[in-house]
């Protein structure tokens, strides 16, 4: 029995110490961000001892919720957004670190025919060739729905667009999947983590935009340190292949 207790005395002292400082980040991050993370936060949360609550939605949204006062430890937000938070005193204006960007892509249902978008004419063709084209709505803090709705603005085809455009509250991907949409616009990433869709191919190169991941700390952060250091290990080399290999260019 003695030697029972001093074993259970000592694996008790050695979870303590492995556990002292261990923190729960409160995370919102982007749905383009979210492949690479169900991959990189796992490996942080082993190497460090720290739990992160990822909570997944888009830019807009996440940037809505830090203004209102959310309570969080980090969000990733679009660079206009993150100049609008420090402005009003929401984030750390000592912390400004792109973990990378994604360019815009078309898909098709898994098997349909692919378009052509490789150029802007063929582009412009095939949106007036589509029956349905969905998109996920501006009002839902989509940055690719509100890049989608100016840029056929921009290149004179939102009357002809207006009567066949489906506005969707979620990501397109069940309209197209389903064939209510012939043809969705997201971002690459979102588009290559999801296996019922086909990549129809980015938008060209004139009329390419690039979705920016700037990070936010909100003021009153309650984790900054383990933060910070969830922070360096997104930094590193093998956090930067992953997010490559998820599409994401942290370059």
């Given at each position: 029995?003695?030697?029972?207790?001093?074993?259970?005395?000592?694996?008790?002292?050695?979870?303590?110490?492995?556990?002292?400082?261990?923190?729960?980040?409160?995370?919102?991050?982007?749905?383009?961000?979210?492949?690479?993370?169900?991959?990189?936060?796992?490996?942080?949360?082993?190497?460090?001892?720290?739990?992160?609550?990822?909570?997944?939605?888009?830019?807009?949204?996440?940037?809505?919720?830090?203004?209102?006062?959310?309570?969080?430890?980090?969000?990733?937000?679009?660079?206009?957004?993150?100049?609008?938070?420090?402005?009003?005193?929401?984030?750390?204006?000592?912390?400004?670190?792109?973990?990378?960007?994604?360019?815009?892509?078309?898909?098709?249902?898994?098997?349909?025919?692919?378009?052509?978008?490789?150029?802007?004419?063929?582009?412009?063709?095939?949106?007036?060739?589509?029956?349905?084209?969905?998109?996920?709505?501006?009002?839902?803090?989509?940055?690719?729905?509100?890049?989608?709705?100016?840029?056929f603005d921009r290149l004179m085809l939102s009357e002809?667009?207006?009567?066949?455009?489906?506005?969707t509250t979620h990501p397109p991907y069940e309209?197209?999947?389903?064939?209510?949409?012939?043809?969705?616009?997201?971002?690459?990433?979102?588009?290559?983590?999801?296996?019922?869709?086909?990549?129809?191919?980015?938008?060209?190169?004139?009329?390419?935009?690039?979705?920016?991941?700037?990070?936010?700390?909100?003021?009153?952060?309650?984790?900054?340190?383990?933060?910070?250091?969830?922070?360096?290990?997104?930094?590193?080399?093998?956090?930067?292949?992953?997010?490559?290999?998820?599409?994401?260019?942290?370059?």
């Amino acid at each position: 029995m003695a030697v029972f207790r001093v074993a259970l005395a000592l694996f008790l002292l050695a979870h303590t110490t492995s556990t002292v400082g261990a923190a729960e980040i409160s995370f919102l991050c982007t749905d383009a961000l979210a492949p690479s993370m169900r991959e990189l936060v796992p490996e942080f949360e082993k190497a460090s001892g720290h739990h992160v609550k990822a909570t997944v939605a888009n830019a807009g949204t996440i940037a809505a919720h830090l203004q209102s006062g959310q309570l969080a430890d980090l969000g990733i937000v679009l660079p206009p957004a993150w100049d609008r938070l420090r402005q009003d005193g929401r984030i750390d204006p000592a912390v400004r670190i792109v973990l990378g960007k994604v360019g815009l892509g078309a898909f098709v249902r898994r098997g349909a025919d692919t378009p052509d978008i490789d150029t802007v004419d063929a582009f412009k063709r095939t949106i007036l060739n589509a029956k349905t084209i969905a998109l996920r709505d501006p009002a839902q803090g989509s940055p690719v729905g509100t890049y989608m709705l100016a840029l056929f603005d921009r290149l004179m085809l939102s009357e002809e667009i207006k009567p066949k455009l489906m506005l969707t509250t979620h990501p397109p991907y069940e309209e197209v999947i389903r064939g209510e949409a012939d043809l969705g616009f997201s971002t690459l990433t979102e588009i290559a983590a999801e296996p019922r869709a086909e990549v129809v191919g980015p938008l060209p190169r004139e009329i390419q935009t690039y979705i920016v991941f700037t990070v936010a700390i909100p003021i009153g952060s309650g984790q900054r340190a383990a933060t910070d250091e969830f922070l360096r290990f997104l930094a590193s080399e093998s956090s930067k292949a992953t997010l490559r290999s998820n599409g994401i260019d942290p370059d």
